[in-house]
């Protein structure tokens, strides 16, 4: 039986407009969330979900993806590459890691395939940005050595409380301070129900 998918070993992604296509023939060195402000402003407010890969195994099939290039808060400049037409976010880059790109997991064809093994910069993470305690988390970038060590350790006591059941009552604890993190938002944010109302009705016109 053919299997007209693409194997298992190569994935396949692109803008919203299809006007730049690309393939990724390796598997990520690490996959993380980075929750730092820049990457909340090119997201729209959201964490940005990326797949680091080595520069070599990622090809761009078609079109061109256009670059705009800022300073971070360590002092690196950062690349951004998006689609010139439609503004997704592709790739991103370190001036001084030329061999790394971070594929954005937004892109693939298969979301699916996005499996986040870190969190970084949860420092500058808002209170609504939901975060995981089964993932490793950093204040700034992901670190190696004991920092990294006593995440994997603490990671692990979460995942096997939730298996056997003994973390249940920290988990809703967890859900129920960020669920109250969401009330606590500005005051613009609370509408009356009827302006809610009035505006789904604007939207059909």
């Not at 979460?158 to 973390?167: D, F, M, N």
């Not at 509408?191 to 505006?199: C, F, S």
């Amino acid at each position: 039986m053919s299997d007209d998918r693409p194997d298992r070993g190569r994935l396949t992604g692109g803008c919203f407009c299809g006007a730049v296509r690309y393939e990724v023939s390796a598997r990520p060195k690490v996959t993380l969330s980075c929750h730092c402000r820049d990457c909340q402003y090119v997201s729209g407010g959201a964490p940005a979900h990326a797949m680091i890969l080595s520069a070599d195994d990622v090809a761009i099939t078609k079109g061109k993806p256009r670059e705009h290039w800022t300073v971070s808060a360590k002092g690196n400049r950062m690349g951004r590459l998006f689609c010139e037409t439609c503004g997704t976010p592709l790739f991103g880059k370190n001036e001084r890691h030329p061999e790394i790109l971070q594929v954005k997991a937004g892109s693939f064809d298969d979301t699916s395939q996005f499996r986040m093994q870190a969190n970084a910069w949860v420092s500058s993470a808002p209170p609504w940005h939901y975060i995981d305690a089964e993932v490793m988390r950093f204040p700034r970038d992901p670190e190696m050595g004991l920092k990294a060590f006593l995440e994997l350790a603490r990671t692990s006591i979460v995942k096997l409380g939730r298996a056997t059941g003994i973390s249940s009552r920290k988990t809703a604890s967890d859900q129920s301070r960020w669920f109250q993190n969401i009330r606590r938002r500005p005051r613009f944010y609370q509408w009356p129900a009827r302006n809610v109302t009035r505006g789904q009705e604007a939207l059909k016109r």
